[in-house]
């Protein structure tokens, strides 16, 4: 299927060597909490007003099935989709908030720094130039005062991974096909992540 | 090939364009594309083409040069790779086909370029540029000096249609067309000559995203797939 050699190799692994356990439901504060987008916004808001532009990153994790990639997606509430990922500390890194934003939401030990996670490239960045839901892929002009960027990250997946997630939530593997295009089910950036893939030529691994 | 996070972009004042004699298209009508891809399918094999993203800023927005033929379709500029051609070869090959000025004592002349503007009441304004240069002057050009990027996109055509994907539809084991975008860096002055049958067009991203009815889907999605670049908007 791949023709050309390309530098640019991705492996996904077969999606049965994962193992998908729930585990108990987590406190959740405001930050890492469910929310309706109006309490969103209104939260963003404040934020802002304190710390400025908000970072975050997410994380797109690739596995096989049936010879085409899927995108591991967590769903909540039965209708909004979440890359895994969230808001960055003021002063930290995005490589280091990503794996600790993978750790609460997928690893066994939800405190743990995630450094068992493998960040790889920068996928794409996404700005929202006001506190509405928009978000668009490079600053608009005019825009001074940006108040959310978003950073996409692909990232690898270890030979074997057990994860845990919360239970008010559903890890699902969803095709790229599925998900290409698709954005009044998944929003913006999850129907662009095929387009930002495009460009790795995938290895599939058999088990 | 160079892999750089930072893109330069100067504004387009920085080059020079000129004129040279038509390219036609050799298709007719999509008809006739997807007959000749058939032809050459049984021949060649999946064909292979490359295309290439020049990027210039104005107002600090990066754009990018577009060719259009007739009066409205617009493409990047690329085409296909002969068998057993290089990647990087072929598009240098196919930009200086395209836009290269290869006669020595070429006469630059008018042109229009198109150019939209983003208004303080948010509107897109189409505005008109125009680009005189005095005669007689001498161009060497040697787009080979142009820096080819990484590769930012790839799409796959599963059947003789018009359909492209970003990625090889499941069950789909023999695609018809492999479709490369590469980054292309330029320096600050470069001279391009555009075939007279076409325009060339400064096209700003904002209005290439999501533009799909306008630019189609492969070139209204290279604004998300440059989203990761950082552009360092270069003023003269």
Known sequence: MICHPSPNIFKTLPLRRKEFKSRLHIEKNNHSGVFTTASRNSCTKKNYAARGIRTSVEAVLLVELFKHPHLLLLQVRNSIYKLPGGRLRPGESDVDGLKRKLARKLSVNEDGDGSEWEVGECLGMWWRPDFETLVYPFLPPNVKQPKECTKVFLVKLPASRKFIVPKNMRLLAVPLCQVHENHKTYGQIISGVPQLLSKFSFNMIES | MVSSQVVNTYPLSSYTFGTKEPKMEKDTSV?????????????????????????VQEHNHPHILLLQIGNTFCKLPGGRLKPGENEIEGLKRKLTSKLGANSPALVPDWQVLLLFRFTDTGESLLIFAFCVYPHNVLLHIILGKLQIGECVAIWWRPNFETIMYPYCPPHITKPKECKKLFLVHLSERE?????????????????????????????????????RFQFKMITN
């Open chain 2, 31 to 55: 008809a006739d594309r997807l007959a000749r891809m058939k032809v050459n399918y049984m021949k060649e094999g999946m064909r292979t083409s490359v295309e290439g993203i020049l990027l």
């Open chain 2, 191 to 227: 001279y391009f000559a555009v075939p007279k049958n076409l325009k060339l067009l400064a096209v700003p991203l904002f209005e290439l995203y999501d533009n799909v009815q306008r630019y189609g889907p492969v070139i209204s999605t290279i604004p998300q797939q440059l989203s």
